[in-house]
């Protein structure tokens, strides 16, 4: 028993010291943004409003849930002690991606389609969103070898929010592909920023933790494992926005 426990504090120890060192090198190496909290707050209610028709209403639940998006593009010291940063499971970096886990409906996606909107024309921070089903689409429809290298070209590269990963099929192109998988690992090793959105596996809606690791038995332990090295994972509370 005092082995593993002085084991579990080795890990705790070396998991803070790893925290500790990316928050550093995160605020020596961040970017001087042309807006501030308040400018992004008016963009964020302006674009909000022309997309969805209708003004952006919130609570404290919902404002808990977009506070470390919003310190993340802001490149603020405050991300790092939001209280819906998962910190105890992924060390914050502003070099990461961002990994939104929530209950269906509760906003991620609206969330960061207005970012999308606010960001079109901005290095910096751009993305595009892309939901996962879209890439299995994209797949099965390559007939040549132009189609494959244009596929790889548009999906691994670049700044890419794939939304509601672990909902797609299996990919069907001369064989059943898992291509997320393939995608995920690819966009890793090439070192692109990722974002994702994810909802929670059944049985486990109030564990993030035991969601992640389970995705290992649909796309490989490895990648699994990445999600935790690559994503700042942020937790969405709250019931669904849509009844």
């Excluded at 002690?81 to 991620?108: H, M, Q, T, Y």
């Excluded at 970012?115 to 007939?143: A, G, N, Q």
């Excluded at 797609?168 to 592909?177: D, F, I, L, R």
Aim: charged share 25%; hydrophobic share 35%; net charge neutral.
């Amino acid at each position: 028993m005092e082995n593993l426990n002085s084991n579990t504090n080795e890990s705790n120890n070396i998991f803070n010291q790893i925290k500790i060192s990316l928050k550093n090198i995160s605020l020596e190496k961040k970017r001087d943004h042309p807006f501030n909290k308040d400018i992004l707050w008016k963009l964020f209610l302006t674009e909000f409003h022309n997309l969805q028709g209708k003004p952006f209403l919130y609570d404290d639940i919902i404002a808990k849930n977009i506070e470390p998006i919003f310190h993340y593009f802001l490149e603020s010291d405050t991300f790092f002690n939001c209280e819906n940063l998962r910190s105890d499971i992924s060390a914050p970096s502003f070099r990461k991606g961002l990994l939104l886990f929530g209950n269906v409906g509760v906003g991620k996606t609206h969330i960061m389609e207005v970012f999308e909107l606010i960001f079109k024309k901005y290095r910096p921070h751009r993305f595009k969103i892309i939901p996962t089903y879209k890439v299995v689409e994209k797949y099965e429809d390559i007939e040549t070898s132009e189609d494959r290298k244009l596929f790889y070209k548009n999906f691994t590269t670049g700044t890419i929010l794939f939304d509601d990963l672990n909902s797609e099929k299996m990919a069907n192109n001369y064989g059943h592909v898992n291509i997320m998988k393939e995608i995920l690992i690819r966009r890793s090793s090439l070192d692109y920023k990722t974002h994702l959105t994810i909802n929670p596996l059944s049985g486990l809606e109030n564990d993030i933790n035991g969601s992640l690791l389970k995705l290992g038995d649909h796309y490989d332990q490895r990648m699994a494992d990445r999600l935790y090295e690559n994503f700042n994972v942020i937790q969405f509370n709250g019931k669904s926005m849509r009844r």
